[in-house]
């Protein structure tokens, strides 16, 4: 919520936080969600559904970057790629860096959140024309639901559960979306913040390990999310798959990256005790 200069979000919990304005660039309801993009003073441009952070400019690398190299250098050969969620456009920017990746589907239910980050945010959107990146503007339940062809790597860059993204929380969407993951494939999903909403990221995790044979947690730290220290699932068939890192193709491609490296890889699957029982389900 805006009051004066100030965008506050409220983390339900006796706490907030309060980024300067400098000007409101877009401010309007989509058929789904309420959308505002904000020029902050120190966080550079923020989009916000709902009222609740999406995305900065100052710290949006992180996110992005977890969500998407750890799956893509966990797999031997990415290819096809499918993505639900991701309207800004920053996880289809950092997936076609891979030149291993031929095929990006993105299923974004609210088409608005693409038009206004083309238009505002064009360092997150910028790949969203790229030829290797197919645009579906509808439900991610209903798409995985139809859709028949395999995915080496499924990126669920989803909003809360709440609202349009709650359906994307729930044991039928993970099941269909492990019969669109091939053998060896990788599914990675937000899962929420673990000093803020401890109970979703619990029932997030909880519901995957119904669906998949091996399911693990890991974190990264985004100054503008709730908490601070947010919690990914990294999700797949076969045990080996979780413990490769292609170290060869890492050294040769030599991606310009600002978070993520092979330390962190390694790093990010380090959790502290409480996060390994909520994660495991052990609280
Ligand atoms: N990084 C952000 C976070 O962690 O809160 C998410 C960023 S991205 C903007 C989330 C996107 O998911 C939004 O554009 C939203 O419209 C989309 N979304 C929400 N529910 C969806 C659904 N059921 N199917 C497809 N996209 C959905």
């Not at 170290?247 to 040769?252: D, F, L, P, S």
């Amino acid at each position: 919520m805006i009051s004066g200069i100030w965008y506050t979000e409220d983390h339900k919990d006796g706490v907030t936080l309060s980024l300067k304005v400098k000007e409101t660039l877009v401010s309007k309801r989509t058929p789904f969600q309420k959308l505002d993009i904000y020029e902050t003073e120190k966080y550079g441009t923020l989009l916000t559904l709902d009222d609740l952070v999406m995305t900065t400019t100052k710290d949006e690398f992180v996110y992005h970057e977890l969500i998407t190299h750890v799956p893509l250098f966990a797999h031997k050969q990415p290819e096809r790629v499918l993505i639900i969620g991701g309207g800004d456009g920053g996880t289809a920017r950092e997936v076609v860096k891979h030149p291993t990746v031929t095929h990006v589907d993105m299923v974004e239910i609210d088409q608005d959140v693409v038009e206004m980050s083309k238009q505002y945010m064009p360092f997150l959107s910028e790949d969203l024309t790229n030829p290797k990146v197919h645009l579906f503007f509808q439900d991610g339940v209903e798409f995985v639901k139809k859709a028949s062809t395999a995915y080496d790597v499924i990126i669920i860059d989803s909003t809360d559960p709440i609202g349009p993204g709650e359906g994307l929380f729930n044991s039928e969407f993970y099941t269909n979306c492990l019969k669109l993951l091939s053998d060896d494939g990788i599914l990675v999903a937000q899962a929420e913040s673990v000093f803020n909403c401890p109970d979703w990221v619990w029932q997030t995790f909880a519901k995957l390990r119904e669906v998949f044979p091996v399911v693990k947690a890991y974190l990264g730290t985004i100054p503008t999310y709730p908490g601070g220290l947010w919690s990914f699932a990294f999700c797949c068939k076969q045990p080996e798959v979780a413990q490769f890192f292609d170290e060869a193709r890492y050294e040769k491609l030599q991606l310009d990256l600002r978070y993520y490296n092979q330390a962190i890889h390694r790093a990010c699957f380090a959790l502290p005790n409480f996060v390994q029982k909520l994660c495991q389900g052990r609280i």
